[in-house]
């Protein structure tokens, strides 16, 4: 059976020491915090068909997305939304050019 190696003072650095070392090696660096992801979300709304008519006609009129109108009427109503729900992220198709 094989001996485990004894673990004596000095054989691992305390945390201050580790953070000391830490900062030695990349000074510039800030100390690793891990932020809770914000992840996409689906959110159905139950609206008339005039509503939903009018949303898409002024996303055409506009050249965005259903989403992007909804967002920016919220963002400009005061309502904190993520620059990623204002941007147009409708998956592109790959086109063959047929020449």
Avoid: F, H, W, Y
Avoid at 9 to 18: K, V
Avoid at 44 to 66: C, F, P, Q, S
């Amino acid at each position: 059976m094989k001996a485990l190696k004894p673990r004596g003072l000095g054989s691992r650095p305390s945390p201050e020491d580790a953070l000391a070392i830490a900062s030695q090696t990349a000074p510039a660096q800030p100390p690793a915090q891990l932020s809770p992801r914000d992840r996409a979300t689906t959110l159905n709304l139950r609206v008339r068909d005039g509503t939903v008519a009018a949303i898409l006609k002024a996303a055409e009129e506009r050249g965005l997305t259903m989403k992007q109108v909804v967002c920016q009427s919220l963002a400009s109503a005061g309502v904190p939304v993520a620059a990623a729900d204002l941007e147009d992220r409708t998956p592109k198709r790959g086109r063959r050019r047929l020449s």
